[in-house]
T-cell receptor, first 110, second 118 residues
Framework: QKEVEQDPGPLSVPEGAIVSLNCTYS??????FMWYRQYSRKGPELLMY????GNKEDGRFTAQVDKSSKYISLFIRDSQPSDSATYLC??????????FGQGTTLQVKP | GAVVSQHPSRVICKSGTSVKIECRSL??????MFWYRQFPKQSLMLMAT?????????EQGVEKDKFLINHASLTLSTLTVTSAHPEDSSFYIC??????????????FGDGTRLSIL
């Protein structure tokens, strides 16, 4: 079993839809949780960073962490074609080594 | 803020050539930088952790003599792929963490270097 599981998709939605991306993990010792967005042939861009259970909102993005269920989510409201990318969840024990999910490819159709 | 610059973005060279990739933190200091490798349609695989002023820590299965890492200053780490061969062709990405803002800072990534060995 992988430490971090993420459905690779692809996920295709119409413009304006609410997108839900999810990751599950097996190690309850993870302390920090991140979501990165990666466009083709580019490095990952940090979207959200949190270290506690609950919700964190930034513009159209909401990150949710449920440590009791070992489950994290990223919600994208009013999705745009420019949101089309691969979304990577990542987590770490102490902000050192990151453990990544496989990444979910998202396509938002105009 | 938190910009990481990686250079070059693309390298095409002959087998047997050594290739150096630079990773710079532009607006912050980073005592620790990380080097990743990414194959098509796969996630990032950590190769090594680069520590300023000391030896890098390599992940299991990564050849130290093949992938030389130097972190001589708080804003620059370099990865040298020595005597590169076609199987070394990949997308190499570095990341850095702002060491001046406390211990719980996230990693910020460069835009990667696409290496192609002919």
């Amino acid at each position: 079993q992988k430490e971090v599981e993420q459905d690779p998709g692809p996920l295709s939605v119409p413009e304006g839809a609410i997108v839900s991306l999810n990751c599950t993990y097996s190690n309850s010792a993870f302390q920090y949780f991140m979501w990165y967005r990666q466009y083709s042939r580019k490095g990952p861009e940090l979207l959200m960073y949190t270290y506690s259970s609950g919700n964190k909102e930034d513009g159209r993005f909401t990150a949710q962490v449920d440590k009791s269920s070992k489950y994290i989510s990223l919600f994208i409201r009013d999705s745009q074609p420019s949101d089309s990318a691969t979304y990577l969840c990542a987590m770490s024990f102490n902000t050192g080594k990151l453990i990544f999910g496989q990444g979910t490819t998202l396509q938002v159709k105009p | 803020g938190a910009v990481v610059s990686q250079h070059p973005s693309r390298v095409i060279c002959k087998s047997g050539t050594s290739v150096k990739i630079e990773c710079r933190s532009l607006d912050f200091q980073a005592t620790t930088m990380f080097w990743y490798r990414q194959f098509p349609k796969q996630s990032l695989m950590l190769m090594a952790t680069s520590n300023e002023g000391s030896k890098a820590t390599y992940e299991q299965g990564v050849e130290k003599d093949k992938f030389l890492i130097n972190h001589a200053s708080l804003t620059l780490s370099t990865l040298t792929v020595t005597s590169a061969h076609p199987e070394d062709s990949s997308f190499y990405i570095c990341s850095a963490r702002d060491s001046g803002r406390g211990s719980n800072q996230p990693q910020h990534f460069g835009d990667g270097t696409r290496l192609s060995i002919l």
